[in-house]
């Protein structure tokens, strides 16, 4: 277990995305740079430190620089690189960061900004589970044509990837905290919503299947998470959406359809409150 301190920028060296053959493998190394891998199919082990580690779609892999790994694989495997600067810092375990979601979208709030926790925390494997499709829109703004180029390119892609690992790291935060983090009813609502927010939901059917009442469901979604369960509900979609655009070749019409929205016209209208553009202008 380790940390970043993202007081100093991490700078992206080299990234890419690769695809192994079945029965890859190298001998093994150290590098001079940290090593970030976002598998996207297939199965890779990863030998680090003595531990052997299995890798599949939706997981994380992290080497911090002097460390050494070996890599093989028994069907293919396909993944997008960095090698970025900075220090990874063992310690003794990670603390709860605040959730990237206590602020609807599109709700104004105020107040002043204090220092506060600037250290990003790790292991060598993190699944990122129902994070996955958050973590795919940044991967994807991360890696662009321009990120061989040099000068403000560069940068570009090293804030999106510091972005990257900002979620990474929330998640890996999410599952190491005690179990209780959540009372029982706001849990089953999280994961009832994540098992199906790609179909129309109602309130009543989420209700039923977390075993209390409507009003209850509300009530302590509501006071637990900062926002409601339709502004959780959108915000999720919101999310995949914008990598569905952008990442595959479904249109405007097959993603409003596939993410449960009622019409087109009302997805347009919650994409562009939400990014501020039409998802047609995010598209090109």
């Known amino acids: 277990m380790f940390y970043l ?159 990257l690992l900002l979620a990474v790291s929330q998640r890996f935060c999410e599952q190491t905290a005690p179990e209780d983090s959540l009372p029982p009813t706001v849990a089953r609502v999280i994961a009832f919503i994540r098992e199906n927010y790609t179909r129309r939901l109602s309130l009543e059917e989420l209700a039923e299947n977390v075993g209390a009442s409507k009003q209850y469901c509300m009530r302590a979604f509501k006071k637990k998470m900062g926002m409601t369960v339709g502004d959780y509900l959108l915000d999720l979609r919101m999310r995949h959406a914008a990598y569905l655009l952008r990442s595959t070749y479904m249109n405007v019409n097959q993603t409003a359809d596939y993410l449960g929205f009622s019409s087109v016209s009302y997805f347009s209208r919650s994409f562009k409150s939400f990014y501020g553009v039409p998802p047609s202008e995010y598209k090109e």
């Open 5 to 163: 301190d993202l007081q100093t920028l991490p700078a992206v060296k080299m990234t890419g995305k690769v695809r192994e053959k079945r029965g890859w493998s190298h001998n093994g190394r150290t590098m001079t740079e940290n090593l970030f891998v976002f598998f996207h199919a297939g199965e890779c082990v990863f030998e680090i430190a003595g531990q052997e580690l299995s890798y599949t779609r939706g997981d994380v892999a992290l080497v911090p620089k002097g460390v050494w790994y070996r890599p093989h694989t028994s069907s293919i495997c396909e993944y997008t690189f960095f090698h970025f600067d900075g220090e990874l810092t063992p310690c003794e375990g990670p603390v709860s960061l605040p959730s990237l979601r206590d602020l609807p979208a599109g709700m104004p709030q105020y107040g002043h900004l204090d220092e506060g926790e600037t250290r990003l925390f790790f292991s060598y494997k993190i699944s990122l589970g129902a994070a996955l499709p958050d973590a795919e829109v940044l991967l994807s703004r991360a890696v662009t044509p321009e990120h061989a180029a040099r000068g403000m390119h560069r940068l570009r892609t090293s804030v999106r990837f510091a972005e």
